[in-house]
């Protein structure tokens, strides 16, 4: 079983910063995939970004690519999403999740991809 822990949300104005980060219980956690999703009112839940094992594999959405950065710290459990120039649209509650079944270089990014999930961190980005 992978606990995972959100933190690092709050208000921002348009074009600020927030980093999320989200600590996982675990022996393993090197060996997880993992991923960001987000899911604003009225909307699917979607991916955001994604991270292999080492991190020698990333994944972005077209909405965020040179906006926002996945990276994880193996010693400490720990996936963050370094997330710049903030917009309104970006608003929404982000979730972690993390996936044992992926390979050591790759980044999934599909919801169905992953087994667990955290509780979610609400960003709101106001103009």
């Known amino acids: 079983q992978v606990q995972l822990v959100e933190s690092g949300g709050g208000l921002v104005q348009a074009g600020g910063s927030l980093r999320l980060s989200c600590a996982a219980s675990g022996r393993t956690f090197s060996s997880y995939g993992l991923g960001w999703f987000r899911q604003a009112p009225g909307k699917e839940r979607e991916s955001v970004a994604a991270?292999?094992?080492?991190?020698?594999?990333?994944y972005y959405a077209d909405s965020v690519k040179g906006r926002f950065t996945i990276s994880r710290d193996n010693a400490k459990n720990t996936v963050y999403l370094q997330m710049n120039s903030l917009k309104p649209e970006d608003t929404a509650v982000y979730y972690c999740a993390a996936t044992t079944k992926a390979g050591p270089w790759y980044a999934p990014a599909e919801e169905y991809q992953y087994d667990y999930w955290g509780q979610g961190t609400q960003v709101t980005v106001s103009l």
């Open positions: 991270i292999s094992w080492f991190g020698g594999s990333t």
